[in-house]
């Protein structure tokens, strides 16, 4: 599985947008992006995934970069629930494994 | 939907001692994993189970053993256990959808085995 890179932590104000950054420079192409968070004391939970266009969910939006080397995280107003740390995961699709490889991730924190 | 559940949720034992961590999932799902979280660290798969009657190896599976008891749950088994054990352990679930491998984890189980 293909390497990704975040920021160790970053901090964001209560009800501003929140841009968390991954960088996935060997990205093959066909390996899903997907991100998870841990709120604290919880099991990950999921969060979005794409391929190659940018979307959008009820938590969450994902924009990828054209050449799908990076891609952005973006929580349109953090709450103080969003405290959590982030993960960005690439899957490669199919096949009889769906195991996530999880690096460190980034440690949101939210001030009120 | 219950989701995924563990039990138990606390642990402690000592070494050399023997438990076995249960997982049950509800939502009808084929695949099936362990992992265990170390402090300040990422989760690291044991095993995995892609589908009912199959288990493989992930990254740590050392010191461990499963058993896929049916399609609904997924027990890991410590045999003798060591302080190195000492960790938090998740259960997941998913299925292959719309690109996703979207799993669903379980609230853990917080093992200490001084």
């Known amino acids: 599985d293909a390497k990704t890179t975040q920021p160790n932590s970053m901090e964001s104000n209560e009800e501003e947008p929140v841009h968390l950054p991954c960088n996935h420079s060997t990205i093959s192409g066909t390996d899903y992006i997907h991100w998870y968070r841990q709120l604290p004391s919880q099991g990950p939970e999921y969060v979005i995934h794409?391929?190659?266009s940018n979307v959008n969910n009820r938590m969450a939006s994902l924009a990828i970069a054209e050449d799908r080397k990076s891609s952005t995280l973006i929580l349109h107003r953090a709450t103080l629930r969003d405290a959590a740390v982030y993960y960005c995961i690439l899957r490669a699709p199919g096949g009889s494994q769906g195991n996530l490889i999880f690096g460190k991730g980034t440690k949101l924190s939210v001030k009120p | 939907n219950a989701g995924v559940t563990q039990t138990p949720k606390f642990q402690v034992l000592k070494t050399g001692q023997s438990m076995t961590l249960q997982c049950a999932q509800d939502?009808?799902?084929?695949?099936m994993y362990w992992y265990r979280q170390d402090p300040g660290m990422g989760l690291r798969l044991i095993y995995y189970s892609a589908s009912e009657g199959t288990t493989d190896k992930g990254e740590v599976p050392n010191g461990y053993n499963v058993s896929r008891l049916n399609k609904r749950e997924f027990s890991l088994r410590l045999e003798s256990a060591a302080p190195s054990q000492t960790s938090v352990y998740f259960c997941?679930?998913?299925?292959?959808?719309?690109?996703?491998?979207?799993?669903?984890f379980g609230p853990g189980t917080r093992l200490t085995v001084t």
């Open positions: 794409g391929l190659t």
């Open positions: 939502m009808n799902h084929n695949s």
């Open positions: 997941a679930s998913s299925e292959w959808t719309s690109g996703s491998y979207e799993q669903y």
